[in-house]
């Protein structure tokens, strides 16, 4: 096999692969990162950068494997937009937290999001408690949104906080 073939096809999978283990470990990754988590993703670039080149330490091999990386994710994002389909298989979706005051406490468990958690994005959207909570949804870039039953709603943006260990990763 061609050498630089060999890298295309390497970086492809690697991406692939890198894709479908954020899908699996959820959108929680994506939220802001603690100092563990920039470990983490540099040790992981470390990880899969022999996975994509190989043996090639050349400057074009390391050009051709991020440039594969680049066309890659431009072309998912174009087919992402096209096709609600595989959107819905590679993206997850906006999870309800508190409907009409209401805590869902399913959700908040199998997203890993305290109540401590809940009620600190509460304030931080300026409101006092729970039940004065119309809406709260984790959306899908880690944010959770407050709307409250207020005419004069603060707009915020609340990150979470992931305290999450390496190997849980």
Same mark, same amino acid.
């Given at each position: ?5 060999? #890298?295309? /096809?390497? &970086?492809?999978? =690697?991406?692939?692969? !890198? *894709? ?9 990754? +994506? ?9 983490? #993703?540099? /040790?992981? &670039?470390?990880? =899969?950068?022999?996975? !994509? *080149? ?9 050009? +051709? ?105």
């Amino acid at each position: 096999m061609h050498p630089y073939l060999d #890298i295309v /096809l390497r &970086s492809m999978t =690697v991406y692939f692969f !890198m *894709v479908l283990a954020l899908r699996v470990f959820g959108k929680r990754e +994506l939220s802001q990162l603690n100092s563990a988590d920039i470990v983490l #993703i540099l /040790l992981i &670039s470390n990880s =899969v950068q022999n996975a !994509m *080149v190989g043996n090639n330490t050349s400057l074009e091999g390391g050009i +051709l494997a991020a440039l594969v990386l680049f066309l890659i994710n431009y072309f998912l994002k174009r087919v992402l937009n096209q096709s609600k389909a595989i959107k819905d298989l590679v993206l997850s979706k906006p999870e309800i937290l508190i409907h009409h005051g209401i805590i869902d406490y399913k959700a908040l468990t199998k997203l890993g999001i305290t109540s401590d958690e809940l009620d600190e994005a509460i304030r931080e959207h300026g409101v006092e408690n729970h039940k004065e909570v119309k809406l709260a949804m984790f959306e899908v870039d880690g944010n959770i949104s407050i709307i409250s039953g207020e005419n004069n709603i603060k707009q915020t943006h609340h990150k979470r906080k992931i305290h999450k260990t390496l190997n849980e990763f």
